[in-house]
């Protein structure tokens, strides 16, 4: 059964909470009011900073169904939206003229009724489901081709999609949409105007500790602390890509598995490649430059444990 939506910033804070999703007030702010008045969420940031995350958490917490669109180069209506069952039609044409049961009229309207049609990820979205609306996930729309965007227009202004062997079919409730993307290519402003905008960052490290302490409980505090000033660290070099949450997670988990206690030169040496996704970025950091930072970690720690 369907969740009510969150009447609130802090129920939709509460909301993100449940599903193990650590949120600032301003996040849940904008989610909040893409919510309230029905408009969809256009999220942009890095890769790995928990994007596509927001709209599983949504799903799940909200109960209805995730009905998720990957964007690639080449995107079209056929594989976003729907197409006819070609071979099913043919065997129908097939067995028609090997019948003689219907003129041409009739089985030209017959070859385009429902059964024949193929329903892709957005045409799912705007069909009525005993689940309720769904959460309708639009993944890294920057990697699809500027007329796939001007095509989106239509579904998010009306949240409608014209088939035209079938007629206009419109959502009898709107899905709630989460549209993502990366930044390597400019979104058009016709689709941003149609959104709520909001820039996923990279969190801080109180943020970033609160998300491996869920994500990572396995891993001991003073390794999390240590793991998480050393990937903050990490953001402030000239790297051709920096880690995201997800990679910090991942390098938890491994480390973990090496039953590591705390992070020491040669741990770091040989786990890099769970963090840093390119090898020039390992190359400039392996050896005496994570040596660097690690003492530097270290010693911060060192103080603010003595504060404490």
Known sequence: MTQPLPDSVDATLALLGNGAYVADRSLATALYLALKLGRPLFLEGEAGVGK??????????LKRPLIRLQC??????????????????????????????????????????????????????????????????????????????????????????????????????????????NRTREIHDAIKRRCFYYWVDYPDAARELAILEIKAPEAPAALSAEIVGFVQKLREQDLFKLPGVAETIDWAHALTQLDCLALEPEIINNTLGTLLKYQDDIAKIQGSEAGRILADVKAELAMAGARA
């Open 52 to 61: 596509t995350e927001i709209a599983r958490v949504l799903a799940a917490t």
């Open 72 to 181: 690639y180069e080449g995107l079209d209506v056929s594989a976003a939206v729907y197409e006819w069952n070609y071979a099913r039609q043919m065997v129908e044409i097939r067995l028609s003229e090997a019948m003689g049961d219907r003129d041409r009229d009739t089985l030209e309207s017959d070859i385009f009724a429902d059964r024949f049609l193929i329903r892709r990820p957005l045409l799912q979205a705007l069909e009525k489901s005993p689940d309720g609306p769904p959460v309708l996930l639009i993944d890294e729309l920057d990697r699809t081709d500027e007329p796939f965007e001007a095509f989106l227009l239509e579904i998010l202004a009306d949240f409608q999609i014209t088939i035209p062997e079938i007629g206009t079919i419109k959502a009898e409730e709107p899905p709630i949409v989460v549209i993502t993307s």
